[in-house]
């Protein structure tokens, strides 16, 4: 018995043959469809034009001079219904002026008879390949924009996909904005894409980090002041309120924002109007406001650092980032994301990661989240000798806690409050008692490791050792 041909569900390739002469349409289709290609043909233009549109080959064959159409108008009408099959255009000889109109007019190739069954082929195989290709490079483009990124931001995970279907459509709103995430999740990059997305785009937008300048700066910064309003006030200034206007103001680690000031922002947000300090004038607000915070605002509102009545103005509508951990879907995407940028930046080739080096990346806890992760990737870009990041390429600490010796074993007979209680000290002498780095290692909120630490009598031992310290040298 025959066996029968594996079933295939990719369509054969189509080519489509024109030319006024029977015979040598004859002669195409039978060596075309002799290497497994579907052919049609036409002995003109018109009727070639008609084909193509409706059968939508994947190469057209034709001659120069077709009684009612010259070869190079057809390919020319052939690209505007649509560029991407290739056209091989076959004349007779002496027109080489021809070749290269028929070059500019987008054929692929330029073929003078006599023709090869060899060559012809050969160059048709090439024609197909290249309309692949360019479909494959069309449909990944489309796939990154559409599934993958949004405005440069990479993610494929549900969190993050449903992150960006928030954004899109929150974004053309004037509603204010609170973004709230861990270091290093791409808090930015979120308000980037709603300033961009957003009927303010062309406008201005205009970024001030509140716990990068220093606290008593922030007020000047913000309303501007006029010319001898305080000593060191030279000439007037602009604030960044009036700087921003027609378009969006991102006021990050708004968590950070001295409680006075607090008072003062909301007022301006309620009354859409201010003076700038030490003058008479009157600006008008017209900015969208953005707010972005690395704290858990809910916990800065229980404590009193934060006034109520200014949260919730400023979060009309809440987007959370989730951190890198919990959507570990993304650390390949992002991975290969980083690995062309600094492949590009420092002239390497690093293509790949070894899938050791990979079984780190993924479970490794990400307290700097995406930020992290860059930096681990320029890292290993850089020092990689070979093609494929190998383990060795990765930072210590990515290492050191994937090593089985740092694992955390249960004990046996603890409740669940003891072994918190463990997990809290242990991370706590691994970082040095520096509290900012235990509670983003454990992923909580600092306030909430504090009232942790309370809850299970653990006392700071470098404070202690501190102030027996400071105390040993007052006695002394
Ligand atoms: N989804 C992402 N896709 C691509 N790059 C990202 C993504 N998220 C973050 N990054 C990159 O990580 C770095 C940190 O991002 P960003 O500054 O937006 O984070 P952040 O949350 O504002 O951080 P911080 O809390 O420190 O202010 C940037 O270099 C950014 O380009
Ligand atoms: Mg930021």
New binding site residues.
Partial sequence: MSSLPTPSNKRRRRVLAIDDEPAMTEWLKMVIEADGYEVRTALIGTRGEEIFKQWRPDVVVTDLMLPDLDGIALLRRLKEIDAAPEVIIISGQGTLARAVEAGQAGAFFFLEKPVSQDGLMDLIRRAIEQTQARAEHKQMKEQIRGQY?FA????QSKK?KDLFELVESVAASDANILIQ??????????ANAIHYNSNRVKGPFIKINCAAIPKDLIESELFGYKKGAFTGANTDKIGLFEMAESGSLLL??IGEMPSYLQTKLLRVLQEREYRPIGSDRLVHVDFRLIC?T?IDLEVALREGKLREDLYFRINTITLR?APLRERTE?IPL?CN?FLSKFNERYQKNVRSISPAAYHLLIRNRWAG???EL?NAIERAVLVCKTGEIQPGDLPESIREEGSPAQEFTVPPHRTLAEIEKMAILQTLQRTNWNKQEAAQILGLYRPTLYSKMKKHEIQDQRAQQRAAAAQAATTR
């Fill in positions: 990124s440069n931001i990479i993610g993050m995430g861990e270091n290093g999740t791409g808090k930015e990059l979120i990050d680690e972005a690395n980032v993304d992002l994301h989240n995406v930020r860059e």
